[in-house]
């Protein structure tokens, strides 16, 4: 079983939609939990942290659900500016390692 | 921006032939990644730092080695590159363990024929 797990999707949504990505992990010793976002060619960037409590950042949500082992991210209004893959990643335990899901690719359409 | 800065950013080698990916950061972060991505697989951990001459193998460190001997240098090397290899890779910083600071560099793209 991979450490983390992805839907690739796509998504294909119209502009002003919600939608919602999962992410599973395996290890559930896992501490720390990030969203990224990344535009086709370019490096992935950070979106937004995941924390226990949940967080907010605008439009977008981030919760983790430790019993279940996911994480989730939601997006509100969908903007064309929103199409891009969406990856989560995990650092597992106590190690220092940063591991990603395969990404699932998000498409809002005009 | 972070500092951080990759080299060569393109290139095109041929099979059997060493290659090093040089990965170069500015901010003296502790922790450096080298990871490969590709299609249907995404961002797949080569091998990791932890410090001066401390690194640890990743999900597929197979055909890949590094080195870090001073802190704002960490280099991937292929020994013999196989068509296998052809990816495009990344390089990432962090500057805690909370990977509240993690950043990539923009990514080499190694074509190897």
């Known amino acids: 079983r991979k450490e983390v797990e992805q839907d690739p999707g796509p998504f294909n949504v119209p502009e002003g939609a919600t939608v919602a990505f999962n992410c599973t992990y395996s290890?559930?010793?896992?501490?720390?939990f990030f969203w990224y976002r990344q535009d086709c060619r370019k490096e992935p960037k950070l979106l937004m942290s995941v924390y226990s409590s949940g967080n907010e950042d605008g439009r977008f949500t981030a919760q983790l659900n430790r019993a279940s082992q996911y994480i989730s991210l939601l997006i509100r209004d969908s903007k064309l500016s929103d199409s891009a893959t969406y990856l989560c990643?995990?650092?597992?335990?106590?190690?220092?390692?940063?591991?990603f899901g395969t990404g699932t690719l998000l498409a809002v359409q005009p | 921006d972070a500092g951080i800065t990759q080299s060569p950013r393109h290139k095109v080698t041929e099979t059997g032939t060493p290659v090093t990916l040089r990965c170069h950061q500015t901010e003296n972060h502790r922790y450096m990644y080298w990871y490969r991505q590709d299609p249907g697989h995404g961002l797949r951990l080569i091998h990791y730092?932890?410090?001066?001459?401390?690194?640890d193998k990743g999900e597929v460190s197979d055909g890949y080695s590094v080195s870090r001997s001073k802190t704002e240098d960490f280099l991937l090397t292929l020994e013999s590159a196989t068509s296998s290899q052809t990816s495009v890779y990344f390089c990432a910083i962090n500057g805690d363990r909370s990977g509240n600071t993690i950043y990539f560099g923009e990514g080499s793209w190694l074509t190897v024929v």
């Open positions: 290890n559930s010793a896992s501490q720390s």
């Open positions: 730092s932890y410090g001066v001459k401390d690194t």
């Open positions: 990643a995990v650092i597992p335990g106590a190690t220092n390692k940063l591991i």
